[in-house]
């Protein structure tokens, strides 16, 4: 496990302890989840970007300058 060091100003730092507290946690505990949660964050849209690629793929014959006359679009199916 790194260790890092961060400098932040006093006001700063006595409100990160106070909201750490009511958490019944650390500042350390915080940042290290924030930091998850920041990288976490990454790695999802990186998944959703590759999965959105993968489908473009695959959609071959898509116009989206066809279109369905009106009366297709509100036939109704016995």
């Not at 106070?18 to 989840?33: D, F, N, P, R, Y």
């Not at 999802?44 to 473009?56: D, G, H, K, S």
């Amino acid at each position: 496990m790194r260790n890092i060091t961060v400098a932040i100003d006093e006001e700063t730092y006595l409100a990160a302890r106070v909201k750490a507290a009511a958490q019944g946690s650390s500042i350390s505990a915080l940042v290290k989840q924030f930091l998850k949660d920041l990288t976490a964050r990454d790695a999802r849209f990186e998944a959703l970007a590759q999965e959105e690629a993968n489908i473009r793929v695959l959609i071959k014959d898509f116009d989206a300058a066809a279109r369905l006359p009106r009366g297709d679009l509100y036939r109704q199916e016995p």
